[in-house]
T-cell receptor, first 118, second 112 residues
Framework: GAVVSQHPSRVICKSGTSVKIECRSL??????MFWYRQFPKQSLMLMAT?????????EQGVEKDKFLINHASLTLSTLTVTSAHPEDSSFYIC??????????????FGPGTRLTVL | SQQGEEDPQALSIQEGENATMNCSYK?????LQWYRQNSGRGLVHLIL?????REKHSGRLRVTLDTSKKSSSLLITASRAADTASYFC????????????FGTGTRLTIIP
C-alpha cells in the first residue's frame, strides 16, 4: 500500500510554455501533499505544501504565480510550471501523507518528473 | 528552510565492507529518517528514528541518533552492489507541520 504516482515521468518543453505535473495517491487519501525540487547531485528542496481543498503554502523564495499548485481532491495534486524557462529544468518530486493514519504522518514519495526546458 | 549536512559527500567502498554515513541537523526534531535514492528515481524510505530513541536496526541497517549533538549515523553492513545510491537524512521539526528538511546527501558507490 501507500503508492504515489507521478505523470509524466519526463517532459521536454519549449521556453515560455506551461507544463503540468500530476501527483496521485493510488491507494490512500492524501490529506497533505508536498512538492520538492531537486537539482542534479543536490538534495531535495521543499517548494510548497498543499492540503486538500485549500491554498498551498509556499516556501520562502518560491514564486507562487510561477509554480501553481492545485490539490482539488484527496488523491490528486497538480503542479503547473508556468512560462517555463531553462532554469526551471529540474527533477520535481511529490510526496503525500494521510493525517488520519496515526500519530506520525509518514510521507510517501512519487517517482519524480524530469523537466527539461529548451 | 535550513538543510542538514551529511558527510561524507561521496563514499566508495568494496563490496562486503561496511558503509557509514553521518548527518547533522540544526533544530530540535521529532523524528529523523533515512532515504535512499537511485539515480534519477524517487525516494525509498529506509528507517525512521524518533527523537527519544538512540539506536534502531532494520536488516543490514543500523541508525543512531544523538540529539545532544544533533547528529545521526547510518551504517550499512556487508554492503552489496545494489546498495549503490544516494542516501539522504530528513528531519521533521517540533511544530513543523510534518515538513521534512533533507540533508545534502551522501553518494555511495559499492565496488564489486
Amino acid at each position: 500500500g501507500a503508492v504515489v504516482s507521478q505523470h509524466p515521468s519526463r517532459v521536454i518543453c519549449k521556453s515560455g510554455t506551461s507544463v503540468k505535473i500530476e501527483c496521485r495517491s493510488l491507494d490512500f487519501q492524501a490529506t497533505t501533499m508536498f512538492w520538492y525540487r531537486q537539482f542534479p547531485k543536490q538534495s531535495l528542496m521543499l517548494m510548497a505544501t498543499s492540503n486538500e481543498g485549500s491554498k498551498a503554502t509556499y516556501e520562502q523564495g518560491v514564486e507562487k504565480d510561477k509554480f501553481l499548485i492545485n490539490h482539488a481532491s484527496l488523491t490528486l495534486s497538480t503542479l503547473t510550471v508556468t512560462s517555463a524557462h531553462p532554469e526551471d529544468s529540474s527533477f520535481y518530486i511529490c510526496s503525500a501523507s494521510d493525517s488520519t493514519r496515526g500519530s506520525y504522518n509518514e510521507q510517501f514519495f512519487g517517482p519524480g518528473t524530469r523537466l527539461t526546458v529548451l | 528552510s535550513q538543510q542538514g549536512e551529511e558527510d561524507p559527500q561521496a563514499l566508495s567502498i568494496q563490496e562486503g565492507e561496511n558503509a557509514t554515513m553521518n548527518c547533522s541537523y540544526k533544530t530540535s526534531i521529532n523524528n529523523l529518517q533515512w532515504y535512499r535514492q537511485n539515480s534519477g528515481r524517487g525516494l525509498v524510505h529506509l528507517i525512521l528514528i524518533r527523537s527519544n530513541e538512540r539506536e534502531k536496526h532494520s536488516g543490514r541497517l543500523r541508525v543512531t541518533l544523538d540529539t545532544s549533538k544533533k547528529s545521526s549515523s547510518l551504517l550499512i553492513t556487508a554492503s552489496r552492489a545494489a546498495d549503490t545510491a544516494s542516501y539522504f537524512c530528513a528531519t521533521d521539526r517540533v511544530f513543523g507541520n510534518e515538513k521534512l528538511t533533507f540533508g545534502t546527501g551522501t553518494r555511495l558507490t559499492i565496488i564489486p
